[in-house]
């Protein structure tokens, strides 16, 4: 059955291009570009092949312009470039710190008996202080991750 879908997909692929007849270009008298199934009589056209793509001119890539402040002043341009490197970094520090509350959350609601260290001793939460660090954890990634 498959075999059979797959022949009959190819084929009626193949039978589209194969039905497609030629395609004729040639402009009037007015200027007006024309595409037709049949050459016009007494004018001179050319054939189109309408699976080939139009050929597209190599665009250079080019380098943002300097805005008018980093032209005027190359202080600020470095003030700016320091900036916005400090709010990466702050970027950063923030979606790590998202990941480890969305873990310690997660660690919180799937064990019920869960332990930390205090004073190097360790010792089990109790539900209700485990529910306030539930709490804690969710308005912490509502806050901070959204």
């Known amino acids: ?3 059979m879908i ?3 997909s190819l084929l009626l692929a193949l039978s589209a291009s194969a039905m ?3 395609i004729y270009k040639w402009v009037d008298a ?3 570009t024309h595409f037709g199934e049949q050459p016009p009589q007494g004018q001179q056209s050319t054939t189109v092949n309408p699976s080939a793509a139009p050929p597209t001119a190599a ?3 080019s380098k943002p312009a300097p805005t008018f402040e980093s032209i005027a002043d190359p202080e600020q341009a470095a003030a700016d470039a320091k900036v916005k490197k400090e709010v990466v970094a702050q970027e950063a520090e923030r979606k790590k710190y998202c990941e480890t509350q969305r873990n310690n959350l997660a660690q919180l609601e799937n064990n019920p ?3 930390v260290e205090e004073g190097g001793e360790m010792r089990r939460l109790g539900e209700d202080e485990r529910q306030k660090r539930i709490a804690d954890s ?3 990634i509502k806050e901070n991750c959204q």
């Open 1 to 3: 059955m498959r075999r």
């Open 30 to 32: 007015q200027g007006v």
């Open 138 to 140: 969710k308005q912490a």
């Open 6 to 8: 797959l022949t009959s």
């Open 113 to 115: 008996r869960v332990r």
């Open 20 to 22: 497609a007849g030629q």
């Open 59 to 61: 665009v250079p890539e």
